[in-house]
Nanobody, 114 residues
C-alpha cells in the first residue's frame, strides 16, 4: 500500500496550490479519503474529507477556500487550496480509511509567507 502526496511548496498569502495524492495497493473507490495537516508544535488536524460516495466535510478554518475531490479512475485525491494564509503553513498528509484502518501518505510541506 502506498499513498504518494505531491504538490506542496512555497506560496505567498492569497496564492493557490493544489495537492495530489496517488494511491496504490488499495481498492481506492471504497475508501474514505482525507487531508490532514500538522503545523510545527501543533497536533495533526483534519482539513477535509470525502466519502466513497463523494460527500465532503471541511474544517471551519478552510471552508470556502479549500476543495477536496477524488478521481477514482486515477486513484487520486486532490486538495485545491485557494486564498492561502500564513496559518495554512503545515505538512499536509493524505489519508485513506476503510473498515477503521488508516493508511497515510508521507506528507508534503506547504509554506505560506505573508
Amino acid at each position: 500500500v502506498q499513498l504518494q502526496a505531491s504538490g506542496g511548496g512555497v506560496a505567498q498569502a492569497g496564492d493557490a496550490l493544489r495537492l495530489s495524492c496517488a494511491a496504490s495497493g488499495i481498492i481506492f473507490r471504497l475508501n474514505a479519503l482525507a487531508w490532514f495537516r500538522q503545523a510545527p508544535g501543533k497536533q495533526r488536524e483534519l482539513v477535509a474529507s470525502i466519502t466513497s460516495g463523494g460527500s465532503t466535510n471541511y474544517a471551519d478554518s478552510v471552508a470556502g477556500r479549500f476543495t477536496i475531490s477524488r478521481d477514482d479512475t486515477m486513484n487520486t485525491v486532490y486538495l485545491q487550496m485557494n486564498s492561502l494564509k500564513p496559518e495554512d503553513t503545515a505538512v499536509y498528509y493524505c489519508n485513506a480509511r476503510r473498515f477503521g484502518l488508516d493508511r497515510w501518505g508521507q506528507g508534503t510541506l506547504v509554506t505560506v509567507s505573508s
